[in-house]
């Protein structure tokens, strides 16, 4: 197995991957090596945003309009007076 040394790691960050190692009842190291394999596992992958994906699930019904994904905009209440 390959190894990794993290160097110059500030306090901060590492005192919160040894609270969220604990919490979870891992050791840092293995909490690390949970962390960097989530983040490399969908890599080479194209991310689908929630409109695709709702075509995608609806288009079985007839559903061919676009739905615009939504990225960055700020979150509104849905208007239930009216």
Same mark, same amino acid.
């Given at each position: /197995?390959?190894? +990794?040394?993290?160097?110059?790691?500030?306090?901060?960050? &590492?005192? $919160?991957?040894?609270?969220?190692?604990?919490? @979870? =009842?891992?050791? /840092?190291? %293995?909490?690390?090596?949970?962390? +960097?394999?989530?983040?490399? &596992?969908?890599? =080479?992958?194209? @991310?689908? !945003? +929630? =409109?695709? @994906? +709702? $075509? @995608? $699930?609806?288009?079985?019904? !007839?559903?061919? %309009?676009?739905? *615009? %994904? /939504? $990225?960055?905009?700020?979150? &509104? *209440?849905? *208007?239930?007076?009216?």
């Amino acid at each position: /197995m390959a190894q +990794l040394v993290v160097r110059r790691l500030d306090e901060t960050t &590492k005192a $919160r991957l040894r609270r969220r190692a604990a919490a @979870r =009842g891992h050791s /840092m190291e %293995e909490e690390a090596r949970i962390i +960097l394999r989530e983040a490399v &596992k969908t890599e =080479g992958r194209r @991310r689908v !945003g +929630l =409109g695709t @994906r +709702l $075509r @995608r $699930r609806f288009a079985g019904i !007839g559903l061919t %309009e676009d739905i *615009p %994904e /939504m $990225r960055g905009g700020e979150a &509104k *209440p849905a *208007p239930f007076d009216e």
